[in-house]
Structure formats: structure tokens, C-alpha cells
């Protein structure tokens, strides 16, 4: 219902991306020892802002002149970190860029939950319920 | 909402074998001076498909080859003619290091189990007034 307004699909995009790559950050934790595991990341949010359709403009139903209809929702798939070194077991997790990687999932999470909570905001506003 | 508990059982499979992994450390610490001891050790594995997907498991235990420590004392029961048994193969050097390195990933898994709990909890805050 909500996800019909731009801004609410964005922030909502945007807290589904940090969603899954929380979960990413986690498996790779949680394997930090296992032989011969390799690391896996989803791109940051930005990647995935401009390979789709960004800000330019786009129709929203059927009648509009210019530009196509927003698809379906992206996914977001995890990929092997093939830049990361080898430890001699085969292992390619370091603790230290997960931890940065964590911190900027739920950094970028709760930006998106304030950008949805102050577009309730306007909503309520605008429905007279302050 | 299900990317959150995916994480959660994901870092709690962490978490488990962590634990498993210092039990067994401290096993072995505690028997460094049994005779013929030799030292277990377990290597982690990456659950299959299902529900378990993604999650870590501890493999079986194996017990180390290394060659068991000679110990001089006559006055052992187990002592052979020339006076030597055979002790533990436990380094309590390498069994530190390990609990070491077991504590850090423990405590890493910890955090992350608790950023995912803070970020759902985030999103349950909409809800509320």
C-alpha cells in the first residue's frame, strides 16, 4: 500500500538491502574458522541505486508518457569476495572488515527506519493527527 | 523479517560451535599430564541446503597424531625398562592460543546476534506511536 509513494519505496528498498546483507555479515562470522570457507558480500546500496533505474523519471501508471514501469522489487545476491587473501586453511573471513561491514549495515538500517518514520510523519500530518 | 531470523539462527550456529570448540580446549588442558593422552581437536563445517543453510557445524572430533611426549621417572608405574612413559601430546601453548582465537570469534558472533536483534527491534519501533 505504502510502497506506491517513491519515498517509502526507497527507504523500504534500502532497509531490505541492509536486511540481507546483515545476514551475509553474520554467515561470514559465523564461519570466521571454518577450512576453506570463502567470504561472501552483497554491493553496497549505492551500487544498487544506480544500476537500476535512479532518480530519473519513470512512469507510475500505465497512462505516462515517458519512461517504463517500475518492475518488480531488486534482489539482492550475495557474491564471493575474491579480492579477500587466503589464510593457509583456505579461509578468506577477516573479523576486522566484517565488523566495518556491520557497522555500516546497521548504520545505513537505521537511516532508512528515520527516513520511513518522518514520511509517516508527513502522513499523519496531512490526515490532521499530530 | 525472515533475512533477520535467517542471521540470528546463522550467528547462534556460530555461537554453538564456538562454545563446543572451548569445551574441547578445555579437555584437553585438563588432561595435559594424563598418560597416552592425545589432544582432540575439531574442525568446523558448512551446514547443507534446508533450513540449515548457511549455518556452521562442528565436524567430528579427531584426535591428534602427533607423537606423545617422553617423560623420564623411574618411579612411575608405567615406566618402562629405560625408565621413560609416554605422556600427553598437549602444548598448553597451542591450547591457549586456541581458546584465544575461540573466545575472539565468540564474542564477534555475539555482537553481530545482537546488531540483528537491534535492527528488527528498530523496525518494530514503526509500529509504536
Known amino acids: 500500500m505504502l510502497e506506491e509513494i517513491d519515498l517509502f519505496r526507497l527507504s523500504h528498498t534500502m532497509a531490505r538491502h541492509a536486511g540481507a546483507r546483515q545476514a551475509v555479515v553474520a554467515q561470514n562470522m559465523a564461519h570466521a574458522d571454518t577450512p576453506g570457507y570463502a567470504a561472501r558480500d552483497i554491493a553496497p546500496f549505492s551500487a544498487h541505486l544506480e544500476a537500476g533505474p535512479g532518480f530519473a523519471p519513470r512512469a507510475t501508471r500505465p497512462g505516462h508518457l515517458n519512461g517504463s514501469l517500475a518492475g518488480a522489487l531488486p534482489g539482492f545476491e550475495p557474491r564471493i569476495d575474491r579480492a579477500a587473501v587466503r589464510d593457509p586453511n583456505g579461509n578468506s573471513v577477516s573479523l576486522e572488515s566484517e565488523m566495518l561491514r556491520g557497522v555500516e549495515v546497521s548504520r545505513q538500517h537505521n537511516r532508512a527506519l528515520a527516513i520511513y518514520r518522518s514520511g509517516l510523519n508527513v502522513l499523519r500530518a496531512a490526515i490532521g493527527r499530530n | ?129
Open chain 2, 1 to 129: 523479517m525472515s533475512e533477520f531470523s535467517n542471521a540470528l539462527s546463522v550467528s547462534s550456529s556460530g555461537l554453538r560451535a564456538q562454545a563446543q570448540r572451548l569445551r574441547h580446549v578445555a579437555e584437553n588442558i585438563a588432561n595435559a599430564d594424563t598418560p597416552g593422552y592425545r589432544r582432540k581437536t575439531i574442525a568446523f563445517e558448512a551446514a547443507g541446503a534446508g533450513t540449515e543453510a548457511g549455518t556452521v557445524m562442528p565436524g567430528p572430533v579427531r584426535l591428534d597424531r602427533g607423537p606423545l611426549s617422553e617423560v623420564y621417572d623411574p618411579a612411575h608405574p608405567l615406566a618402562d625398562a629405560t625408565g621413560h612413559y609416554e605422556g600427553s601430546n598437549v602444548n598448553l601453548m597451542i591450547e591457549m592460543a586456541d581458546a584465544r582465537e575461540a573466545q575472539r570469534s565468540y564474542e564477534a558472533n555475539l555482537k553481530m546476534f545482537t546488531q540483528a536483534r537491534e535492527m528488527s527491534s528498530g523496525l518494530m519501533d514503526l509500529l509504536r506511536r
